[in-house]
């Protein structure tokens, strides 16, 4: 057994609540990042993934659900990207959550960026475009024209092309549309 075996033992039945605190949210974050692929810590992503649309839209569960995208194993970070797109149109948004989201186009698979992207492109042109004239939504939107993914991507710019009008009257919208061209440029 590992030293830090015991933490883990002891968070089992309030890792939820550990996520949350401002403090248990690094611990967890550290035991993610050391020890993501022992069976006690898989043991312990499994519960904190049964919360995983409340984690993401905490002030400080979002940074663990970060960082199991980041280090988790595949099976962890499939069933975390399930849960986002999910609930896609609610976390898309939302202040913390679109740090999630963000995490999830930069660490996840090329597989699990597609179905990302597919899901956020889903909800449409008039969608998209309201989402990247918010602060927080326009992050979500930025990182899908980062992603590697390039049939999302041009299908993200293809979309934002239809409400540019719209976009360049806002300052997130501006930035949305700076970053489509940079994006076009580097390709």
Do not use: W
């Not at 550290?30 to 919360?51: I, K, T, Y």
């Not at 970070?77 to 898309?92: E, H, K």
């Not at 959550?97 to 930069?106: G, R, T």
């Not at 909800?123 to 992050?139: C, I, K, N, P, R």
């Amino acid at each position: 057994p590992s030293p830090c075996s015991f933490l883990i033992e002891e968070l089992r039945g309030v890792s939820a609540a550990t996520a949350r605190h401002r403090f248990g949210c690094r611990i967890i974050c550290r035991l993610v990042e050391h020890m993501a692929d022992s069976p006690p810590c898989v043991d312990l992503l499994v519960e904190l993934l049964a919360e995983a649309g409340e984690l993401c839209r905490h002030n400080f569960g979002h940074y663990v659900m970060e960082c199991v995208l980041e280090h988790g194993g595949p099976e962890e970070r499939g069933q975390l990207v399930q849960a986002i797109i999910a609930d896609l149109p609610n976390l898309a948004g939302h202040s913390c959550a679109s740090h999630v989201i963000e995490a999830a186009f930069m660490h996840g698979s090329p597989e699990e960026q597609e179905s990302v992207g597919a899901a956020l492109l889903a909800q449409g042109s008039d969608s998209m475009v309201a989402l990247a004239l918010t602060q927080f939504g326009s992050f979500s939107v930025r990182a899908l024209l980062r992603t590697r993914c390039d049939a999302a991507r041009a299908s993200a710019e293809q979309l934002l092309r239809h409400g540019e009008v719209i976009l360049q009257r806002n300052r997130y919208g501006r930035r949305v549309l700076q970053a489509s061209q940079q994006t076009a440029k580097d390709s």
